[in-house]
């Protein structure tokens, strides 16, 4: 079993177990890093995790602790952030310029390969602190940039669990879902990352006919009705949602106002995602919908 070790103890050897924190070893014992900062600056840092997926499982009070621990790093361009190979404690967020990652692809040639352009609100280097392995790429700022930087301690106790145990959550949840049913195992947890709870009181509306939309809702519990106006009569029922059944799939295929209303009849709980989230990790939704045609001949009308 992991042991905890005291506030401070670097531990070279770090378990990627969920149970880290167990009934036995409490939260309440973890004392994170303090960086001073002022409110400004704290709802600066908030603006840029709200756009990473790993920190969007965070509960307020987890972000707040995440916050405080984040320290300003500048790197002018041209400067090597994270080089490959080499060890890691900690990870970034970009608040301002952009940034080259790249790396070795043939290992008998130091040529290497650019990968991607980190921009604001992308985080990078949180491999080696989730596996405790080198630096899988090297880094290098394109432009003069500002990061936000987090030590290895908070993130072990904070970021990685949390994320950890969304996906674990959302994984099984995701797959009975007929829409989604034919991306993998990889895709799906990259969508458990993104996901975000909300919950509607029984009467509330949750889609409005003729509103802009980009979300896309599976429920998670409770119950739902969609009412359209047909031929410009009163709004009428056109279908049911129960848990697992999910509506605003048109706002991740086209760009156009919501089709029907969607009205809350008991507390409702759904897990949503963001067109441009969606289509950011898994690409546009019409090429997954390929995959498994025939189930969506039942397209809702969202």
């Not at 300003?72 to 404690?89: C, D, L, P, R, Y």
């Not at 009849?265 to 067109?275: L, P, S």
Request: with cysteine.
């Amino acid at each position: 079993m992991v042991q905890a070790q005291p506030a401070g103890t670097v531990n070279k050897r770090i378990s990627v177990s969920a149970e880290v924190f167990g009934k036995y070893n409490k939260k309440e014992e973890f004392v994170a890093h303090v960086v001073p900062k002022t409110d400004e600056i704290k709802t600066k840092i908030s603006a840029r995790l709200a756009m990473a997926f790993m920190f969007k499982a965070l509960a307020e009070e987890e972000l707040n602790i995440v916050i405080d621990a984040m320290e300003e790093k500048k790197f002018q361009a041209g400067e090597t952030v994270i080089n490959e190979g080499e060890a890691g404690s900690v990870l970034f967020v970009v608040e301002e310029g952009s940034l080259d990652c790249s790396k070795r692809l043939d290992p008998n040639s130091q040529e290497a390969t650019l990968l991607k352009t980190y921009q604001p609100g992308d985080a990078f280097g949180e491999l080696a602190l989730l596996y405790n392995a080198p630096r899988a790429a090297t880094i290098i700022a394109k432009t003069a940039v500002s990061l936000w930087q987090l030590d290895r301690n908070t993130f072990t106790h904070i970021v990685k669990d949390a994320a950890k145990n969304k996906r674990d959550r959302y994984e099984d949840f995701l797959s009975s879902v007929p829409i989604l049913q034919s991306i993998d195992h990889y895709e799906r947890s990259k969508v458990a990352d993104a996901i975000k709870e909300s919950t509607f009181a029984a009467g509330s509306q949750i889609l409005t006919e003729g509103a802009d939309g980009s979300d896309f809702y599976i429920i998670i519990s409770g119950e739902a009705i969609a009412t359209k106006s047909l031929n410009g009569a009163a709004p009428t029922q056109v279908k049911a949602y129960g848990p697992s059944d999910y509506f605003g799939e048109r706002a991740l295929l086209l760009s156009e106002p919501r089709a029907a209303n969607v009205i809350a009849q008991t507390e409702v709980k759904v897990a949503t995602i963001d067109r441009d989230s969606f289509q950011r990790l898994l690409g546009p939704l019409d090429t997954i919908l390929q995959r498994n045609m025939d189930q969506y001949m039942t397209h809702a009308i969202q």
